[in-house]
């Protein structure tokens, strides 16, 4: 008789904490569901309800391999959560970034569509989050919905002309302001508000910007201490903060 009053404390306990736990799974539920509506606008609920219960969510811890050449057209993998790190392992087997992706939509659309490898590989920068749609499925889709097709195009369409821009202006840019170009975008897709400007939440060292850029330690080392001179940047390890954003955006514009 003295114990049942505990046991019914804990059998509320455990009710409140299921409660809490499928509120936070519904939520999720959700969360996943707007992501792929804002991706693909077309989906009706019923649509999207028939992808998920075909589908799987996994997650991928720091430095995980998420995709390469072997598994790119298994499925369709669109990022939920975190940030991919895009590049390739020199023989000595260092890995080199040369670009982070962080937009919640489809890494592998392309090669997906055409049947075709990726060149590089995909690495887990933090902890991520990706769904996988199994390529019968998509296909399945694809065939039944013209309008996932017109999504699907205008997806791969914004891509192209935007390396056609980058492509630009990377061949008539100097160093100084592809360095610029990229310290602007990355605070702009991971900045923090900090006192003395805006910090770069993603953490990369002039090793990583050199890679980026395809050039030396060395050399970038000699632009940062100009940009660090001129009171544009504070740059210590990995800690990144932009104290002028005009000064970046002048650099862009000039082009």
């Not at 790190?85 to 919640?104: D, V």
């Not at 499925?137 to 980058?166: G, P, W, Y």
């Not at 840019?173 to 508000?193: M, R, T, V």
Request: proline residues 2%.
């Amino acid at each position: 008789m003295i114990r049942q009053p505990k046991i019914i404390h804990l059998i509320l306990i455990l009710k409140i904490l299921d409660g809490s736990i499928m509120g936070l799974h519904n939520l999720n539920e959700k969360m996943n569901n707007q992501i792929l509506r804002n991706i693909f606008k077309t989906l009706s609920d019923d649509h999207i309800y028939s992808i998920f219960e075909y589908s799987f969510i996994k997650k991928y811890q720091k430095g995980d391999l998420i995709l390469n050449k072997n598994n790119c057209r298994e499925s369709v993998f669109i990022l939920l959560d975190g940030i991919i790190q895009i590049g390739y392992l020199s023989p000595s087997g260092r890995f080199h970034a040369f670009n982070y992706f962080s937009e919640k939509s489809p890494i592998n659309l392309l090669a997906c569509i055409n049947q075709q490898v990726v060149d590089y590989d995909y690495y887990a920068f933090n902890q991520v989050k990706i769904l996988h749609i199994p390529i019968l499925v998509f296909q399945t889709e694809m065939s039944r919905n013209h309008a996932l097709k017109q999504d699907a195009l205008h997806i791969l369409s914004l891509r192209m002309q935007d390396l056609l821009q980058q492509l630009k202006f990377m061949q008539v840019a100097s160093l100084h302001q592809k360095i610029c170009k990229i310290l602007f975008d990355l605070s702009h897709q991971y900045g923090i508000n900090h006192h003395l400007g805006t910090e770069i939440g993603l953490k990369i060292s002039q090793h990583d910007l050199a890679d980026l850029l395809s050039s030396s330690r060395q050399t970038i080392n000699k632009e940062i201490k100009k940009l660090k001179t001129q009171n544009v940047i504070f740059w210590q390890y990995e800690n990144i903060i932009i104290k002028d954003q005009d000064y970046l955006k002048y650099q862009i514009n000039w082009i």
